[in-house]
């Protein structure tokens, strides 16, 4: 990263700064620096709905900082078809809508998902360990750029990083 102060004991960036690996995604720390964890500022556009998925081995936390998004980190009660925003989990709880200062932590295995329902695009810090995630999203906006982004390409590449995908990634109407 260029665009930070990379000190003996750490990385400091000032507000903006990191290598964006997606028009709406810029890494903080990756495995450039950690060998634990990424950390990446998101930013999610209206409508946008990431697709409720599991990962084998990666464990995630969501911190939202501005705007809403309907969140989703529980197995659903039922088996996980159709729409995840009408899912609940075996104890009731369903989807939860979340401003700024909501959190969400995901254990691996655990089915999540995230979805802006608002009209105005929402930010939060997104952290995964192990780290590389950022590879993943680089070989996804290539894949993007390139025009050959097929629904069975964008699964196979997900699936080669971990990324067990339940419904669709989509944009919907807001």
Not at 78 to 89: H, I, K, P, R, S
Not at 133 to 162: F, P
């Amino acid at each position: 990263m260029t665009d930070g102060l990379l000190a003996a004991d750490g990385l400091l960036l000032p507000p903006g700064a990191g290598e964006k690996v997606q028009p709406t995604m810029t890494l903080k720390v990756g495995a450039g620096h950690s060998d634990a964890w990424s950390a990446f500022e998101a930013e999610v556009p209206p409508g946008f709905d990431v697709g409720a998925h599991w990962h084998g081995h990666a464990e995630e936390i969501f911190y939202i900082v501005d705007g809403e998004l309907d969140l989703l980190a529980f197995h659903p009660e039922a088996e996980a078809v159709g729409d995840w925003l009408t899912w609940q989990a075996a104890d009731g709880t369903p989807v939860y809508r979340g401003g700024p200062g909501s959190f969400m932590y995901v254990p691996a295995g655990c089915p999540h998902a995230f979805h802006n329902p608002g009209t105005t695009t929402a930010r939060m810090l997104f952290m995964v360990t192990p780290t590389g995630h950022e590879k993943y999203l680089a070989e996804l906006s290539d894949l993007l750029l390139s025009g050959s982004a097929t629904t069975e390409a964008i699964s196979e590449l997900r699936l080669k990083h971990d990324i067990h995908q339940l419904t669709a990634l989509q944009n919907r109407p807001t």
